[in-house]
Every structure is written in C-alpha cells, then in structure tokens.
C-alpha cells in the first residue's frame, strides 16, 4: 500500500529536521497580492493527496537530474505502486499520467545511459540549448529574481546542497522548495500555520515557479532529440498544472502561450550569464 511508503523519496533527499520552525513567527517573504483563496482549501486538505503529490515531484526531480544508473534502476524496478500513488495524489487526469509515467519507463529502459547524458550535457549545460533556469527564460534582473528567490528559501529554512552546484533558480531547486511546503502544509499543526504555508505556496508559484514552467517545458519539447524529454516536459506540465488546481493556486494572468509568441518577457534560446 502506498500509505506505508509516504515520504519514500523525501526520507533519502530532504532533511525535513532542517525545518523545524515556528511558523506563526514566519511570514512569507512578500506580500500574497493576488486573489483570497477558499477557507476549505486551507482547512480541509487531503494530507495524503499532498504526500502523495510531494512524491510525485520529487519523482520528476529526478528526471531532469544528471542522468545515471540509479535513475535508470529506480525508473526500470523502483516504482512499483506509481498507479496508487497518482489516485491518492488527487490530480485530474491521472490515468493520463500514470500513462505518460509508463512510456517515460519503457524509454529509460531503452535508452543507452552515455546517450541519455550526452543529451542532458547539450539541453543544459555547455551552449544551453533549453535553459533549465528560471532566468534563462523571465527577463527581468537576474539579480533581483535571485535575490527573491532566496528571501524565500531562507524563511523556510531550505538551501540548495554545495555539491550540486546549482544556482537558487535552478528547476531542481525551485521544484526541491515545492516539495517542502506540500510537506509543510500536510504536517501544519493549525489553521494559521496552514494559511502561512498555503500562502507561501501561492506566492512563489505566483511569482516563479508558474511565470517560466510552461516556456521552459515548450522550449525542451522542441529542443530535444530524445523522446524521454519531450515526455518528462509534458509529465512536468501536466502535474505542475494538476498540482495548482487541486491546491487551489493562482495561476499568472496573461497568457502563458501568447507570452511566448511575442517574446516577452521569455526567451527559450538565450540564457543569462
């Protein structure tokens, strides 16, 4: 049952000891100036459903990591209840996902490893053809979206491990943060640790997460030439999109595609130094 294997990728990443904290001494690191959210989406949260939705992502983490013989193994034999995990998560279209989840499998199985890292070198890093960091794509100050970034990090006590060498606005790092507040907001103690957390969530997806995810998942499905990552783009769209309906999360006002066409304010082949 996938009750008794809640958490399963967060125990072995996250050090959730690192977060203990008192909340109601915690505000969220800018104003939520966006629209007032339903009292049931703060009270009456399914805690499994967003367990089961941390897990998810932390599943997609690992797709959009360097490639190595533990993703391979963990795709191939590591998931074994994915369907039950995606009913408990809650999201719409889960049969849909739990589809996608399979060819990304069957892909992985297939694919030779050095082919797999190759890809991953010339996507996002070296000449970056598909920038895989939210300034590669929001043209705005690269250090004022940074500097944000981080005030939010901090108030919740989270920090990108050294040894990864990412930068704040890195996908992994902004989807890591995610993970933590779905956690949070599972496992807050109160109503009022459970706005400050709902707010937290809306804001940063209001403010980062939601303004580049759709540009940069539309830059790596045209920029790639292995099916695995136009499959992990679409599986990364579709949860994220899931994730924001179910938890009742606002979604940016202008039009993500229309954004996209005129050129503000992202860029899919320009990342900043």
């Given at each position: 049952?996938?009750?008794?294997?809640?958490?399963?990728?967060?125990?072995?990443?996250?050090?959730?000891?690192?977060?203990?904290?008192?909340?109601?001494?915690?505000?969220?690191?800018?104003?939520?100036?966006?629209?007032?959210?339903?009292?049931?989406?703060?009270?009456?949260?399914?805690?499994?459903?967003?367990?089961?939705?941390?897990?998810?992502?932390?599943?997609?983490?690992?797709?959009?990591?360097?490639?190595?013989?533990?993703?391979?193994?963990?795709?191939?034999?590591?998931?074994?209840?994915?369907?039950?995990?995606?009913?408990?998560?809650?999201?719409?279209?889960?049969?849909?996902?739990?589809?996608?989840?399979?060819?990304?499998?069957?892909?992985?199985?297939?694919?030779?490893?050095?082919?797999?890292?190759?890809?991953?070198?010339?996507?996002?890093?070296?000449?970056?053809?598909?920038?895989?960091?939210?300034?590669?794509?929001?043209?705005?100050?690269?250090?004022?979206?940074?500097?944000?970034?981080?005030?939010?990090?901090?108030?919740?006590?989270?920090?990108?491990?050294?040894?990864?060498?990412?930068?704040?606005?890195?996908?992994?790092?902004?989807?890591?943060?995610?993970?933590?507040?779905?956690?949070?907001?599972a496992t807050a103690p109160g109503a009022e640790e459970t706005r400050i957390t709902h707010e937290t969530l809306s804001a940063?997806?209001?403010?980062?997460?939601?303004?580049?995810?759709?540009?940069?998942?539309?830059?790596?499905?045209?920029?790639?030439?292995?099916?695995?990552?136009?499959?992990s783009a679409q599986l990364l769209q579709s949860t994220w999109s899931g994730i924001m309906a179910t938890n009742h999360l606002?979604?940016?006002?202008?039009?993500?595609?229309?954004?996209?066409?005129?050129?503000?304010?992202?860029?899919?082949?320009?990342?900043?130094?």
């Open positions: 049952m996938y009750g008794n294997l809640i958490g399963l990728f967060l125990k072995q990443d996250l050090k959730l000891r690192n977060l203990t904290m008192d909340l109601q001494n915690t505000s969220s690191p800018q104003p939520v100036q966006i629209l007032s959210f339903p009292e049931h989406a703060l009270i009456k949260q399914d805690h499994l459903a967003l367990f089961a939705q941390a897990d998810l992502l932390r599943l997609i983490i690992q797709l959009f990591s360097l490639p190595s013989i533990e993703t391979q193994t963990m795709l191939e034999e590591g998931i074994t209840d994915l369907q039950e995990l995606l009913q408990y998560s809650n999201l719409p279209e889960s049969d849909r996902l739990a589809e996608v989840f399979q060819q990304v499998r069957l892909q992985a199985k297939t694919l030779g490893l050095e082919t797999w890292i190759e890809e991953y070198h010339r996507l996002f890093e070296g000449s970056v053809a598909c920038p895989i960091n939210e300034s590669g794509f929001i043209r705005r100050d690269k250090g004022v979206i940074l500097s944000d970034i981080v005030g939010f990090y901090r108030a919740f006590g989270f920090s990108i491990s050294r040894k990864t060498g990412e930068k704040a606005d890195h996908l992994i790092g902004e989807l890591e943060f995610i993970v933590i507040l779905l956690v949070m907001l940063f997806s209001f403010d980062h997460l939601s303004e580049w995810l759709p540009a940069f998942c539309g830059c790596l499905t045209k920029t790639t030439i292995l099916p695995i990552y136009q499959l606002p979604r940016p006002e202008r039009d993500m595609g229309a954004l996209e066409e005129d050129g503000t304010p992202y860029e899919c082949d320009i990342a900043d130094d």
